[in-house]
């Protein structure tokens, strides 16, 4: 039996990214600009602010339910859904190239334009990425170890590392679409910009 807990490996917390600089210049949460665009005046507007948010909400929501399937596979009952050791490494394989995949997007095309005027995507989201990508690249070293000497899977130490750094993802999952939802992006762009962001 593991020693790991789904509840705890998904229970949204930001404490393993060390406080930045940028974060220790202000007291609690970014404060916003005094500039608010006007509120949408039809459901069409509406849309358009949501859909930063919701398009994003869309991806997370497939990464949260791949992070929970691979937990809850990985105490060894993916050999009763008749996967071998290589098999559930493809599962994982798949998972982790998905997530770095949504990652390079968003750090090539996405972060720096918002990161223009939002402070949130040049330093917290983005501090959450690298935190997030250390315990990637240690998934990614544990997949190739299993694959190379499926006897040595261990349980224990694939649901650690799950366990190290999903906490995190679950925190940034939900932050990032909170910062991409309408009254935040209000207080940085208008309508007519928000309809340009990239996405
Ligand atoms: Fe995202
Ligand atoms: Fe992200």
Redesign the pocket.
């Known amino acids: 039996m593991s020693s790991y807990s789904l509840a705890d490996a998904i229970k949204p917390s930001r404490k393993s990214v060390p406080p930045s600089k940028a974060a220790k210049g202000r007291k609690g949460d970014i404060d916003l600009p005094d500039y608010i665009a006007p509120e949408p005046k039809t459901a069409a507007e509406r849309r358009e602010w949501d859909r930063m948010s919701s398009r ?1 909400e869309g ?2 929501t497939y990464f949260r339910m791949s992070f929970k399937q691979l937990f809850e596979l990985a105490d060894g009952s993916f050999a009763q859904r008749g996967l071998s050791v290589k098999d559930f490494m493809s599962v994982a394989e798949d998972f982790h190239e998905h997530l770095g995949f ?2 390079g997007i ?1 750090e090539r095309h996405i972060f720096p334009v918002l990161a223009k005027r939002m402070p949130q995507f040049r330093d917290d989201h983005q501090e959450e990425h690298d935190v997030i990508h250390k315990g990637m690249d240690e998934l990614q070293a544990l997949i190739a170890k299993y694959r190379s000497d499926p006897s040595s899977y261990s349980p224990d130490d694939f649901r650690r590392n799950l366990a190290s750094w999903g906490p995190l993802l679950f925190y ?2 939900d932050a ?2 909170e910062t991409l939802k309408p009254d935040i992006l209000r207080r940085y762009w208008t309508l007519d910009e928000v309809r340009r962001l990239p996405m």
């Open positions: 994003m991806f997370h949504h990652h968003e940034h999952l990032e679409v």
